[in-house]
């Protein structure tokens, strides 16, 4: 059994073959994924049609976050972010995300982004969730709000791209590294902290539509696809994609508290 802690099935990339695509995963052996949302609109439209959490979709069961992504961070207005905190303590979103900082194409001005963040990791210690978090070009800054961050807050950094240092802080916390297609590019080299990942903090995710595998590179994303990320990582990590399958669908139903699969 495999799991897609990280795709966005709510995109519009999918609106013609949403159905198809969640068939075509859980015919490649997909059986959980967990939809990310990109803001407030977005986290609700995905509710009303990922339901209540665990609903079975074409052979895949699928659960919901509440969050406004650092390119969104201008809608994290007041009544976005209570809008998101109501999905997330009193409906069905397991997490708070995605949120973070992106420094790389600074789709939001830098201090928003930074408010839209911390507002969003007072959330998850208000409401027990986890965050996944999105870290792009921000490495010492996401550092920063991770130190300030009370005891007991645990997240996912997703597609994981970043430095040495930024994985030390956040395993030191006790949070996760998700590694995505990106780890089966040419260019691709840190194959070293793809190994220093401990075996339970381990996840695996497509971020789809977006960033397609090789030797798919051209075409959308899909949940399917994850099934390549594990293959890789678990060459990287000189184990079978079998153990790599095991160990992340059991870390991702620890981390978002999804019930033990079967």
């Known amino acids: 059994m495999l799991t897609d802690s990280h795709c966005h099935l709510g995109s519009d990339a999918f609106d013609e073959d949403r159905d198809a695509a969640l068939t075509r995963a859980a015919e490649a052996g997909v059986r959980r994924a967990v939809v990310i949302a990109s803001d407030a609109r977005d986290a609700a439209g995905i509710r009303d049609w990922v339901g209540d959490g665990g609903e079975d979709h074409g052979g895949v069961r699928l659960w919901s976050t509440a969050g406004v992504h650092p390119h ?21 979103a397991v ?56 005891d007991g807050v645990l997240g996912v950094l997703h597609c994981f791209t970043a430095g040495e240092a930024l994985m030390r802080d956040a ?47 051209g075409r959308r994303n899909e949940p399917a696809f ?11 990590r000189g184990v079978t994609a079998e153990r790599v399958a095991h160990v992340t669908t059991r870390n991702a139903s620890r981390l978002f508290s999804l019930p033990e699969p079967a």
């Not at 790389?104 to 986890?130: K, L």
């Not at 994850?226 to 990287?236: G, L, N, P, S």
């Open 226 to 236: 994850v099934v390549r990320t594990c293959e890789v990582v678990a060459e990287m």
């Open 72 to 92: 969104h961070a201008e809608r994290a207005t007041p009544d976005a972010l209570d809008a998101v905190e109501s999905l997330i303590a009193d409906g069905p």
């Open 95 to 150: 997490a708070v995300g995605e949120c973070g900082l992106d420094f790389h194409y600074d789709n939001a001005p830098r201090g928003v982004q930074f408010d839209a963040f911390r507002a969003q990791c007072e959330i998850a210690d208000r409401t027990g969730r986890p965050l996944v978090v999105h870290s792009r070009s921000a490495d010492s800054e996401t550092r920063e709000v991770l130190a300030e961050l009370p």
């Open 171 to 217: 395993l030191a916390l006790g949070w996760y590294a998700s590694f995505s297609v990106i780890v089966t590019f040419k260019r691709y080299e840190d194959h070293e902290l793809v190994r220093a990942v401990p075996e339970d903090r381990l996840l695996i995710e497509t971020d789809s539509p977006y960033l397609a595998p090789m030797p798919h590179r």
